[in-house]
């Protein structure tokens, strides 16, 4: 296993269309984690899962944003009806809660709503 | 909530030192060192448990104040490679994992 994975890379997508982006996890990490991180800043907590429960979602997320991590291994991300301010870069990160405690990201999906 | 780091910028000459800073407003179990360098993902670099378990880098330290909730980022005989946008990530007992705004870290030859 060679670490956390993302799909798309880039995608550029016309507002108001959906797009799903996917998070492949470290196997045996059963925390997974989505930012979103614009140029400038941090990365923003949007939503985080311990196996498949999803355990807290952002307040400063819309009803637009969700995400679904089915049987605790890979994880997705829907944005629906895009709009200009969801463009950004889109983190996975993903952790064990025993032995070694640090976060892995992925190399993220970059996201352009034109 | 998300943590408090500063100062929001440092310009360093290879050699020299330099300390970030990331206070939380919640009573803290863990703090969180990442770097990013441009268009790369965040790279882990220390964790700090409370009760002081250390684990990381080997040319970086840290420090976790668990009373004040601050924990401090010390970059010694900084490297041309230090350069990045240094994060803090903190969470309480709950696994979440929220991070700050960034430092960026420019050292120049």
């Known amino acids: 296993d060679t670490g956390v994975s993302q799909d798309p890379r880039h995608k550029i997508t016309k507002r108001g269309q959906n797009v799903t982006f996917r998070c492949d996890p470290i196997?045996?990490?059963?925390?997974l984690y989505w930012y979103r991180q614009t140029l400038g800043q941090g990365p923003e907590f949007l939503t985080y899962?311990?196996?498949?429960?999803?355990?807290?979602k952002s307040r400063l997320l819309s009803d637009r944003f969700s995400a679904e991590r089915p049987k605790g291994s890979f994880s997705t991300l829907e944005i629906q009806r895009t709009e200009q301010g969801d463009s950004a870069m889109y983190l996975c990160a993903s952790r064990t809660v025993s032995g070694v405690p640090e976060a892995f990201f992925g190399q993220g999906t970059r996201l352009t709503v034109v | 909530q998300q943590p408090v780091q500063s100062p929001q910028a440092v310009i360093l000459r290879e050699g020299e030192d330099a300390v970030i800073n990331c206070s939380s407003s919640?009573?803290?179990?863990?703090v969180h060192w990442y770097r990013q360098k441009h268009g790369e993902a965040p790279v882990f670099l220390m964790i700090?448990?409370?009760?002081?378990e250390q684990k990381g880098h080997e040319k970086i330290s840290a420090s976790f104040n668990e009373k004040k909730q601050q924990s401090s980022l010390y970059l010694t005989a900084s490297q041309l490679s230090y350069s990045g946008t240094y994060f803090c990530?903190?969470?309480?007992?709950?696994?979440?994992?929220?991070f700050g705004a960034g430092t960026t870290v420019t050292v120049r030859a």
């Open positions: 919640k009573a803290l179990y863990s």
């Open positions: 700090l448990l409370k009760g002081g």
């Open positions: 990530g903190t969470e309480g007992g709950d696994y979440k994992l929220s």
């Open positions: 196997s045996e990490h059963n925390r």
């Open positions: 899962f311990q196996n498949e429960a999803q355990l807290e």
